[in-house]
């Protein structure tokens, strides 16, 4: 059955770095999604990306972000200058209509 | 705008029980609703979902849920549990169409023997 994969697993990082999370969406799926979960705290929405641009993005999603869809199979988030507050749980999603939606095991990202 | 209420973050039952896990939406347009089940370090696992039509939908591992458009909730059960159901389990909501998911802040369910 296919699969979202993410890479790293986990990413430990300095505040202030860039770091670039990567995720794989199913091969067919046509949108794609990125959402954090802070621990304890809930799922939040980052951004959406269909068509090759960000169709919407969450109050979260500032100039520190950015989202690329490189080549046909890859799809990545970019944390430009990493905070602690950016320490979370960031999950990929892929759907192939728009309403169903299948997460990746997530990176945990961890800024010291 | 949605939002998601889970009226209860741990639930606590014995194996072959049954159990309920409560959720409550807003929203001012039409909406299509979801559960998710997350094992323990794992990513977040569609375990049913609400499009249109029948307001009692069936999902995974023996879960069902219930729409309910005039009480605004879509509360998920399960006749019986199993050990293997100890996850965290999300409720989401989104509009209709492509678009993204709100997320409720999750119920622990825990089985004991």
Not at chain 1, 73 to 84: A, E, Q, V
Not at chain 2, 6 to 12: A, E, F, R, W, Y
Not at chain 2, 80 to 106: M, N, P, R
Request: hydrophobic share 35%; charged share 20%.
């Amino acid at each position: 059955e296919p699969e979202v994969t993410q890479t790293p697993s986990h990413q430990v990082t300095q505040m202030g770095q860039e770091v670039i999370l990567r995720c794989v969406p199913i091969s067919n799926h046509l949108y794609f999604y990125w959402y954090r979960q802070i621990l304890g705290q809930k799922v939040e929405f980052l951004v959406s990306f269909y068509n090759n641009e960000i169709s919407e993005k969450s109050e979260i999603f500032d100039d520190q972000f950015s989202v690329e869809r490189p080549d046909g199979s890859n799809f990545t988030l970019k944390i430009r200058s990493t905070k602690l507050e950016d320490s979370a749980m960031y999950f990929c999603a892929s759907s192939r209509e728009g309403y169903e939606q299948y997460f990746g095991p997530g990176t945990r990202l961890t800024v010291t | 705008a949605q939002s998601v209420t889970q009226l209860d973050s741990q639930v606590p039952v014995f194996e072959e029980a049954p159990v309920e896990l409560r959720c409550n939406y807003s929203s001012s347009v039409s909406v299509y609703l979801f559960w998710y089940v997350q094992y323990p370090n794992q990513g977040l696992q569609l375990l049913l979902k609400y499009l249109s039509g029948s307001t009692l939908v069936k999902g995974i591992n023996g879960f069902e849920a219930e729409f309910n458009k005039s009480q605004t909730s879509f509360h998920l059960r399960k006749p019986s549990v199993h050990i293997s159901d100890t996850a965290e389990y999300f409720c989401a909501v989104s509009g209709q169409g492509a678009q993204k998911l709100v997320f409720g802040q999750g119920t622990r369910l825990t089985i004991n023997p």
